[in-house]
């Protein structure tokens, strides 16, 4: 596993270019691998002006960047995976690992150990997951305390250095770059076990162990005939290990109750010393049977000292947790509106919080509103063209609730009412907003008994979970075209 060349660019929208190269690095020797390995397929580094104006082109992010391209935005080319394939000098990079976190794109290109032609399977490159992890580093170290664009500045001119030690001729020995700053000498010739290169401390102080599960579920509800509604979980399990000695061995398990739904598509931090075949085959592709893995899934793990991600996952669910009805019919110069929201009666009736938001695109700003609410309560932000309906901790003991109304709009001005290419006329959504404690939608939770810590001291071990909405939408069912995912990304 390693890493061709990395770079970090600043996003600056009005600018020529739309943004800045700020660090990059390349690595002669892995790139000499790369020729040998790719062989006819094989695609050169590119310089950094052609490589920023590709990716920015790819990430959708130059200014003047605001027609359709089939090439780019077309439904077979939606991107779930943050890896791109770049095309530059008539010729395709891939892969390409990039994201944009505050400003600041991340990305880097790692080694693919075989031809590119025909393009291999990404699990298949393991030199992904270590990129992310690469990546993922260097976003920790710039921004652990950072508090102006000078300190960012100095720790970006920290860089060069740092990765002399944390990343030598491409290949990953540390991610957590804080930890090589503060200890660089660190390691002790007195200690009798040998400190690994991508561990350059050790932890003193009281055993603990933490897990935290968070699943996000998105759902695309249409309440039309021939169309079906779509919904997807998508997991991840934080863990942090406080624990004494060089290299502790902890294993962790995560299990289901008897009705839970399978976890697939596992994906693992390169920390875990082995893992079963059965979690690793267990695909979301596949059609779901009695045979699928259920579990318990463990995890046997030499723990970084920092907090990271120990897997990510996917289910199947056979039901999202609300279904909702949302249907918006004009008259005149009215909309009336009508929703009803009904929790499945499965899922746990407690939330932390639970909204419903009712966007109005295209419109003036709302100057009367009469409406009629079973439960909860609405609030109304005139200029901003939107209704948020309060529903609270709790639905009713009859699980539904509805929401039904006349709105009525003042004259439309393009400078202060929010606009969306998507949704003229009729095509309209109401988007869901909750969060429940103590709970996940597959079930899955980590038994802290089972928790295994070969280490010195007991540990005291806590686990966490909870169920979070994202891109959670109900659409008007009179809007005369259903919306997919594929055209909210355009």
Same mark, same amino acid.
């Given at each position: 596993?390693?890493?061709?060349? #990395? ?22 020797? #892995? ?16 310089? @950094? ?15 003047? @960047? ?29 892969? !390409? ?11 880097? !290109? ?14 298949? !490159? ?10 993922f580093g260097i976003q920790d170290f710039l921004y652990s305390g950072q508090k102006n664009d ?10 060069? @250095? ?12 540390d991610a957590n770059l804080k930890n090589s700053l503060d200890n660089t000498n660190f390691a ?34 249409? @309440? ?76 046997? *793990? ?14 199947? !669910?056979? #039901? ?48 009367? *509103? ?16 939107? *209704? ?103």
């Open positions: 596993m390693a890493q061709r060349a #990395v770079w970090l660019i600043s996003h600056e929208p009005g600018t020529p270019l739309c943004g800045t190269v700020r660090f990059s690095r390349r690595y002669p020797t #892995v790139e000499k691998r790369a020729r040998v390995f790719n062989g006819a397929s094989y695609v050169p580094i590119p310089e @950094d002006g052609p490589f920023l104006k590709a990716l920015l082109f790819e990430l959708r992010l130059l200014d003047d @960047d605001k027609d359709f391209v089939e090439s780019r935005d077309s439904c077979s080319r939606i991107n779930k995976t943050s890896i791109y394939g770049l095309l530059i000098g008539g010729e395709e990079l891939w892969p !390409v690992v990039a994201f944009l976190k505050n400003d600041i794109i991340y990305a880097c !290109v790692p080694l693919v150990e075989q031809t590119l032609s025909p393009r291999p399977p990404l699990i298949s !490159v393991s030199g992904v997951s270590q990129g992310f992890e690469f990546l000078s300190e960012l500045n100095t720790k970006l001119s920290q860089l060069p @250095d740092l990765l002399l030690q944390a990343c030598p001729f491409g290949t990953l020995l002790s010739v007195t200690q009798p076990q040998k400190q690994p290169a991508w561990k350059t401390g050790t932890y003193k102080g009281k055993p603990q162990v933490s897990i935290s599960i968070t699943e996000k579920v998105k759902s695309m509800q249409y @309440d039309k005939q021939g169309i079906a509604d779509t919904w997807q979980v998508v997991g991840t399990v934080t863990c942090k290990c406080d624990l004494e000695g060089i290299m502790p061995n902890v294993t962790i398990s995560l299990n289901l109750p008897t009705n839970g739904s399978p976890l697939q598509d596992i994906l693992v931090h390169p920390c875990v010393t082995s893992l079963d075949s059965a979690i690793l085959t267990s695909s979301s592709i596949d059609a779901m049977d009695d045979s699928a893995f259920s579990g318990p899934y463990k995890f046997p *793990l030499t723990p970084p000292l920092e907090s990271f991600n120990l897997c990510y996952y996917t289910s199947q !669910v056979p #039901v999202p947790p609300i279904l909702g009805f949302y249907q918006m019919k004009e008259e005149e110069v009215q909309l009336r509106i009508t929703i009803n929201l009904k929790l499945h009666e499965s899922v746990k009736n407690n939330f932390e919080f639970c909204e419903a938001h009712i966007p109005f695109y295209n419109r003036g700003p709302i100057t009367h *509103l009469e409406y009629k609410t079973s439960f909860g309560q609405l609030e109304v932000f005139r200029e901003k063209s939107l *209704l948020i309906w309060i529903i609270g901790q709790k639905f009713p003991k009859s699980m539904e609730i509805s929401l039904s109304g006349t709105v009525t709009f003042g004259a439309k001005s393009h400078e202060k009412q929010p606009f969306d290419p998507i949704c003229i006329g009729e095509t309209a959504y109401l988007k869901l907003h909750f969060r429940i404690l103590d709970y996940t939608l597959t079930g899955c939770y980590a038994d802290q008994h089972s928790v295994q810590v070969f280490a010195s001291g007991k540990p005291k071990i806590s686990a966490y979970r909870k169920l979070i909405s994202s891109d959670y939408y109900i659409w008007n069912s009179k809007a005369p075209a259903p919306v997919t995912y594929g055209s909210l990304l355009l």
